[in-house]
């Protein structure tokens, strides 16, 4: 519920914000990719200036969540690692059941007949 809400605290005036840039920002503009030669129409983008904004605003995304990614790495593989673990862990506890269950099986006619 918390995240819910501070979901919408921070994802609705963010919407806000980038809808009010992309009317206030239609203008078409050019990005010169050739910084030794600006007016080089091969190397630049001419769209609205809003088209630049959303896409800086995925890049950042995307790079922010690979960043996080990586610097998780260690994390997700000690939890790969402790899932194993536990799981031989189980098997392991299984079969011993198993087998306790197996004896106690057999000394039970024993146990009846005295």
């Not at 790495?73 to 690692?81: G, P, Q, S």
């Given at each position: 519920m918390v995240k819910k809400i501070v979901n919408l605290v921070v994802l609705i005036p963010l919407g806000i914000v980038l809808v009010v840039l992309s009317v206030a920002n239609r203008q078409s503009v050019t990005l010169a990719l050739n910084p030794f030669r600006p007016e080089d129409a091969v190397l630049s983008l001419t769209a609205p200036f809003f088209v630049f904004l959303f896409l800086a605003v995925m890049f950042g995304i995307v790079i922010g969540g690979a960043v996080v990614w990586f610097?998780?790495?260690?994390?997700?593989?000690?939890?790969?690692?402790?899932?194993?673990?536990?799981?031989?862990?189980?098997?392991?506890?299984e079969r011993h059941k198993a087998r306790a269950e197996q004896i106690a099986g057999r000394d039970l006619p024993q146990l009846q007949s005295k």
């Open positions: 610097s998780q790495r260690k994390y997700r593989k000690r939890a790969r690692t402790e899932s194993r673990s536990a799981q031989q862990w189980q098997v392991e506890a």
